[in-house]
């Protein structure tokens, strides 16, 4: 069952937000500071100073990296799959011919 825990202050863009969530606090810390770091790296590129739109592009830019990741994951657990299934096969060919030549 999972715990949580009590609020934690988090510094986002010049805000102080108090957070809770499941498991450890420095876990929630982590992701505050990722999240003012995407930001940040946001409004250097961007001529806007609105925070909403600055947090709305750190937030796409966040999905795509977390969704580029899990297209990879799932394509190599793909390849895992398929080299399993090889080695597989040709463990049951030799298991096969090993019993035909007995």
Known sequence: MSVIT????????GQIYNVRGEGDPAYLTELA???DTRMREVADQFSTIDPTKIAILAAL???DEYSR???RQEST???WME???EITEKLGRSITDATSRS
């Open 6 to 13: 009590d609020p934690v202050s988090v510094e986002i863009y």
């Open 33 to 35: 500071r990722l999240v």
């Open 61 to 63: 830019n966040i999905a």
């Open 69 to 71: 990741y899990r297209k």
């Open 77 to 79: 657990a793909g390849v």
């Open 83 to 85: 080299k399993a299934e």
